[in-house]
């Protein structure tokens, strides 16, 4: 950020009154500028015992396997951002959502959220940033070739959990040094 | 938004090329501006049997009560947020914090997420933001006298699943039509 977004005048690094960290403050207006972590909501879609994934069409990790995902809009729910990625990505339609995964991604301000649910039918097709879309038996996961750790962790806590039935909500932070695609 | 914070220049609104829906970008240098939701962080810090509530002393809701929380900061776990809030609302230190409840405010555009925890001693102090800090049993919680429905929903929740002694995280949207403070 270099111009305020009030009144377009240059922007300087400070602490405002009665804060405690540096923001984006207008030098002209005064408005203070404030930038915050940003969601992404997305879904794990069952359809009897496999699940659905994306290849990714656009970078990053063009060519990798992904759940489809992506960033939360204004006046949106979280659900129902989850919902329209997976339409988005996978032309995929899914029903009785549930909150499944949740990760703090600081090094690059970023929260996921994830969420379980049903394929409503096996039809799926891709959508713009995807190159294929298809069901996976556990046994026929692309490990190797998954996009991001959120991915891969939300996808072994389903496996895990598929045999006692019961699926907890799952809350951790990934603390990943600079590479925000490189896996654990 | 009405100017551009990379160039200066005036922003439109409209649709960018592969998009689907209307947003600022900058008639001079194209740059595209998203906007995005908010996360909220916050905690309801135990102590035994009692909970620790921090009267309001800025608005919006100033004197009523309500959990320490506040919006997360870029580079921050939800986590990490949640404990901040607290100790700058209530000069309260917590520990062993649990996601519990997670809320979509579609209508303000923002997710809350907040985290039972436990208080590390019974000392705490109002903080800037706070007229008053106290705990409550449940039978002294003041409903009637509560900030935000968020509020009293993970109050409502906790007290519910007190009697089990099993508390599953919390996920609901809240469809408030105007009034961000008006309660269901």
């Not at 207008?26 to 500028?33: I, K, L, M, N, R």
């Not at 959990?161 to 699926?167: K, L, N």
Request: proline fraction near 8%; charged fraction near 25%.
């Amino acid at each position: 950020m270099k111009y305020c977004s009030n009144c377009g005048k240059p922007v300087s690094i400070k602490v405002p009154p009665g804060d405690n960290r540096e923001r984006f403050v207008c030098d002209h207006c005064e408005t203070v500028h404030y930038v915050n972590p940003r969601i992404v909501a997305g879904c794990l879609p069952v359809w009897e015992n496999r699940v659905l994934l994306c290849q990714r069409a656009i970078n990053p990790r063009a060519g990798r396997w992904t759940l489809p995902a992506g960033f939360l809009e204004n006046n949106e729910t979280v659900v129902a951002g989850a919902i329209r990625e997976t339409f988005e990505e996978a032309n995929a339609v899914v029903a009785n959502p549930d909150l499944y995964t949740v990760f703090s991604l600081p090094h690059i301000s970023q929260i996921y959220l994830f969420y379980r649910a049903e394929l409503v039918s096996p039809q799926f097709a891709p959508g713009f940033e995807s190159r294929q879309v298809k069901l996976f038996e556990e046994s026929e996961i692309p490990w190797d070739e998954l996009a991001f750790p959120v991915v891969q962790e939300t996808l072994e806590h389903f496996f895990a959990d598929r045999y006692s039935g019961v699926f907890p909500v799952r809350s951790r932070d990934l603390i990943i040094d600079r590479d925000p695609t490189r896996f654990r």
